[in-house]
């Protein structure tokens, strides 16, 4: 397998076509150091060993890493996705930097707590936002149209280019929001109680707020593309398991102009961008379309998503990315069946007339790399047009 080939499959699904077979894709891959057996390493031992080595100034020390981290995050995962036979992988900047030694805030304003969940990789986990108050973020906008768009757009074209050179010829490097998305940004980094007060009474603050990251993220976008990115997951939930956040009508008049402007500047530029999100999202998924998206990832069996209920609504108007359980299938609960009978399912369901990409609905570390193979070894045997199911 060669990135031409794994290019042109993921671009003819996303331009609702028929690749040559259903292509495969994941949001991340957090075991890659046992996929490449390599020795695992906590992160608390990396942070352990700086301080050790920096005590006077270790907190500056450590940030600087930070700086230079998301490329050795990104090419392991890339190295390990080739190795399970991916078509394509996730690479994104981490807009952190450490506060102490287990915690970090972020340019949107957030809390991070740092866990170790065992595979050396830093994963923070969300705590809290810190904007509080109109004022307060008027300074956070400011700094944004300031000083973060220029560092940030300068780190997004180094992390593409140095990802992207080493693995191009092996594998697509998608770009992602996982940690700069503009919904989920906008509300973790507000205290909760505030940003929802002033959703409802003051809808043009919030709009405000979607339309200030959308900027950013567009400016982020153009970076990454001038170092060689098409495609582009912007990520954030926008449900619950039981439904959306809030109101659908707020999506449309809050948040579509900003993903509409988001996707314009991608397309405007010959690219291509779909969403992730988790949760149940079928009321949702009229605003998708409508805010311009090649396709949707996620589609969480657990919240209701039915993949083949999903198709019928859309009809051929988004690329179907994902649907493929992690919370049994791919986890140690599921048998290589199970893996077998999701993707057959998910290709029947969905794939027929091609714009479809297998994927895990999300990712985390329980997702182990033997079912991960499993999932690409399905898609080859029932996805390769003509299907044969």
Known sequence: MNRVECRERVLAALNLEKPDRVPTHALAVYNADEILNKPRRSTFDVIDQLIENNPNNWLDV??????????????????????????????????????????????????????????????????????????????????????????????????????????????????????????????????????????????????????????????????????????????GDLAFKTGPFYNPKLYEELLQPAYKKLTDAVHDRGGKIFLHTDGQITSLLDFIINSGFDGLQGLEPTAGMDIGAVRKKVGNKLCLLGNIDVSHVLTKDGTKQDVFDAVKNAIKSAGQDGSLIISPANMHHEVLPQQLRWMVEATHKYGTYPLNL
């Not at 509080?132 to 906008?141: A, R």
């Not at 140095?162 to 700069?180: A, C, H, P, Q, R």
């Not at 990454?224 to 582009?232: L, N, S």
Request: contains cysteine; aromatic residues 16%; charged residues 25%.
């Open 62 to 235: 450590l940030n600087k890493v930070v700086d230079g981290y998301e490329k050795s995050i990104f090419g392991t995962m890339a190295e390990a996705a080739i190795e399970l036979g991916l078509d394509t992988i996730q690479c994104g900047i981490l807009p952190y930097k450490f506060i102490n030694k287990e915690e970090l805030s972020d340019i949107y304003g957030r809390i991070w707590k740092m866990v170790d969940i065992g595979h050396g990789r830093l994963d923070p986990y969300f705590m809290h936002g810190t904007i509080g108050s109109v004022e307060k973020w008027e300074v956070v906008k400011q700094k944004f149209e300031d000083e973060y768009t220029k560092q940030y757009t300068r780190k997004a074209k180094k992390l593409y280019r140095g990802v992207n050179m080493k693995y191009k010829n092996k594998i697509l490097i998608t770009v992602e929001t996982v940690f700069t998305g503009i919904f989920e940004s906008a509300w973790e980094g507000m205290n909760t109680t505030f940003f929802f007060k002033q959703l409802h009474k003051n809808p043009k603050f919030v709009k405000d707020v979607y339309d200030t990251y959308a900027n950013f993220n567009i400016a982020m976008f153009n970076a990454y593309m001038d170092a060689g990115a098409e495609v582009f997951c912007e990520a």
